[in-house]
């Protein structure tokens, strides 16, 4: 499996999204952009959805992420089909409780159906709840039929 590749000040940005964030998970993208990679933060409407659907959307954004639609439509308008403009690298996320795993939840997040919404693009999950700095990356197996933790390689 390809090891997610960034550079340590990127990474640093997000954790410190994240920090912000708490006691929230906040969410964003890596995009690559004319040979450099750049930190896009998202809004995490959470929030939004429980308080218009507790029943369908049971989660606050203290315990989960959702992407806007404006910010995909966004991203992928910056980055589906044009790898001379740009390409989504990375989907990261905060855990501000639990610490940097790819949950259940975050699985379902990256479906559509039976299949992964991005099965190119690498998870990134980050949490200060175990050890400062903690980050850890996933992408999908297709042997697996699931995601698995990939190296992250701090550049």
Known sequence: MTPLALARDLLDDVL????????????????ARAG????????????????????????TARTAYALGREDVERVDAATLGKPAIGALKAIYHSHSKHGAYFSGEDRAQAMFG?????????????????????????RWSETDRDFVEVPLVLT
């Open 16 to 31: 410190r999204h994240a920090r912000e964030a708490d006691p929230d998970e906040c969410c964003g993208v890596v995009v």
């Open 114 to 138: 039976d299949e992964p919404t991005y099965p190119d693009v690498a998870y990134l999950v980050v949490s200060d709840a175990r050890e400062r700095g903690e980050a850890r990356a996933f």
């Open 36 to 59: 450099r990679d750049e930190v896009w933060r998202l809004r995490n409407v959470q929030n939004e959805l429980h308080a218009r659907d507790p029943v369908a959307h049971p989660r």
